[in-house]
T-cell receptor
């Protein structure tokens, strides 16, 4: 089956720093989403981004489908950005999202 | 903003007991899902449901599991005889894709933490 790999697995930032999270996937996909799981366990949908670039405030994401990767940029990080960031993909003819193992982010004040 | 709601937030049960986890998807959504996350691990797909039937299920979703949409608003996951390894956070999700086979943007509930003792 398709493999979804995220890097880095863990990341510690000082408040105000910028970061880039990466998601590589091993096969063609028709759907890619980024989620933030906050310390209370809630999964918040950040982006639906099967291709191209989107921005939402301090966050932006880029997916290059032909090269099978996606990047999530966090600028001017805040302590509330802490949590786990998951990339999830879906293949054609399937209903399921396949999640990566996540990047655990800790932003220190 | 509309949201997916799940009840209860925590459920403790004895091994072998039946549990029902409840979800109210976003009202105009057409596709419903259950996912689970064992502590510290990745989120795993269990089942998708569309037009009152299962559209896809994973190998985890064996005969002990069932889903139902008993009315126009609720979506339930039943585990018939719980095992210790069923302990996990169970997430309900919904979407309203334009194409027949596409999640597009998926919205998750806050989850039910199931503990099997």
């Amino acid at each position: 089956g398709i493999q979804v790999e995220q890097s880095p697995p863990d990341l510690i930032l000082q408040e105000g720093a910028n970061s880039t999270l990466r998601c590589n996937f091993s096969d063609s996909v028709n759907n890619l989403q980024w989620f933030h799981q906050n310390p209370w366990g809630q999964l918040i949908n950040l982006f639906y981004i099967p291709s191209g670039t989107k921005q939402n405030g301090r966050l932006s994401a880029t997916t290059v489908a032909t090269e099978r990767y996606s990047l999530l940029y966090i600028s001017s990080s805040q302590t509330t950005d802490s949590g786990v960031y998951f990339c999830a993909v879906q293949m054609d003819s399937s209903y399921k999202l396949i999640f990566g193992s996540g990047t655990r982010l800790l932003v220190r004040p | 903003e509309p949201e997916v709601t799940q009840t209860p937030s925590h459920q403790v049960t004895q091994m072998g007991q039946e549990v029902i986890l409840r979800c109210v998807p976003i009202s105009n959504h057409l596709y419903f899902y259950w996912y689970r996350q064992i502590l510290g691990q990745k989120v795993e797909f269990l089942v998708s449901f569309y037009n009152n039937e299962i559209s896809e299920k994973s190998e985890i979703f064996d005969d002990q599991f069932s889903v139902e949409r008993p009315d126009g608003s609720n979506f339930t996951l039943k585990i018939r005889s719980t095992k210790l390894e069923d302990s996990a956070m169970y997430f309900c999700a919904s979407s309203n894709p334009l194409r027949q086979v596409s999640n597009e943007k998926l919205f998750f509930g806050s989850g039910t933490q199931l503990s099997v003792l």
